[in-house]
């Protein structure tokens, strides 16, 4: 069953702090703050709507809901209430920062059906946490997040690939120390640089480099695998392709089918290991390989990048078909195969 949201964007009015990758004047700018009334017509308009609720929360999206005024938070919360319960919504999702968390908020949250906090953690490296001036410690993400999954909430961490003065080194410990925490979601935003930031600075005066987006995609890809395996599940990688990003991004790792492209990795690897596999036994190389139905063109990859690889390094013409039976980015032999 597939999770939903009837998303509630509260743009980050009066924030004090100035991440610099974050340009508040023009969230601010294009966003109306919503209140109560606002609420009720997008809960009410999406239950009239809505064919099927099960698994739907109401969800506070748009970055620190826990640091705005108290009394607009709880105006919002209450607002939302009569739409929670049997034959409504399941309950409440917000996204907030690691030193907006305390025993406090989540006896509040917990009152008013919040079931799932995401976490903005952005990186596990304190100094490159200070070099983006995100204003918390990767400590403070730890605490916040064992603090959560005490209480009972969904845990989701939200984690940004390729920050200023980020190494290769520093995004695998971040991606290690992220899944030690075992959330139940992770969200995966490579930098964007937009214009008026300090990254934009950064990037213009050229001290800030960027990875090279054909090495960036395989590695995401691997992060992406590896959070699947330990049972995280990765609800976003990406920006939305959006027209917003497109004319106010100066560089960073932008591609409108970001995830697909990731995704098309996971299973270049996956076939590409059970080719070697069979290369390095001595037996028949694999000639036909089945993925869950639904990922054929993943596993194909855009344009066949992906046969066409395998056909260039690997010297043999493979075929993709379906297999109900097979899980996310699990791949098998299938029956055909032919000799070495
Ligand atoms: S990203 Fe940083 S600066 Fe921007 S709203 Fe969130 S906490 Fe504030």
Not at 76 to 92: R, V
Not at 125 to 142: C, D, I, P
Not at 168 to 187: H, M, Q, Y
Not at 203 to 213: C, D, E, H, I, R
């Amino acid at each position: 069953m597939k999770h939903k949201n009837i998303s509630i964007f509260i743009p980050h009015a009066g924030c004090p702090y100035q991440c610099a990758f974050c340009n508040q004047k023009v969230i601010t700018a294009q966003e109306k703050l919503p209140h109560a009334e606002d609420v009720r017509k997008i809960c009410s308009q999406a239950l009239a709507e809505m064919k099927d609720i099960s698994d739907t929360e109401i969800a506070f999206f748009g970055g620190s809901f826990t640091a705005i005024a108290r009394d607009y938070m709880l105006e919002l919360l209450e607002a939302a209430q009569e739409f929670i319960g049997e034959g409504k919504f399941s309950g409440i999702r917000i996204s907030t920062r690691p030193d907006c968390i305390s025993r406090e908020i989540l006896d509040i949250l917990k009152s008013y059906h919040v079931t799932a906090i995401e976490l903005g953690a952005q990186s596990m490296s304190n100094s490159v946490l200070k070099a983006n001036r995100r204003g918390h410690t990767a400590e403070q993400v730890v605490k916040s997040a064992n603090l959560i999954q005490h209480y009972g909430f969904s845990l989701g961490l939200q984690v940004m690939f390729g920050l200023y003065k980020s190494t290769w080194t520093d995004e695998l410990e971040t991606g290690w120390k992220i899944r030690d925490l075992k959330p139940d979601t992770v969200r995966i935003y490579p930098v964007v640089i937009l214009k008026n930031t300090k990254l934009a600075e950064y990037y213009q005066s050229g001290y800030y480099q960027l990875f090279p987006l054909e090495e960036v995609i395989p590695f995401i890809g691997q992060q992406m695998e590896q959070y699947h395996e330990a049972g995280i599940k990765v609800i976003k990688c990406g920006l939305h392709a959006s027209e917003f990003v497109e004319s106010e991004m100066l560089g960073g790792y932008y591609h409108p089918a970001f995830r697909e492209l990731c995704e098309n990795h996971i299973y270049l690897h996956q076939i590409n290991s059970l080719i070697v596999k069979a290369m390095m036994q001595n037996q028949k190389i694999p000639q036909v390989f089945a993925v869950r139905p639904d990922c054929i063109s993943k596993a194909t990859g855009q344009k066949k990048a992906n046969l066409n690889w395998i056909e260039q390094h690997r010297h043999v013409r493979i075929k993709i078909t379906g297999d109900e039976n097979l899980d996310l980015y699990e791949v098998k032999s299938a029956e055909e195969s032919v000799c070495i």
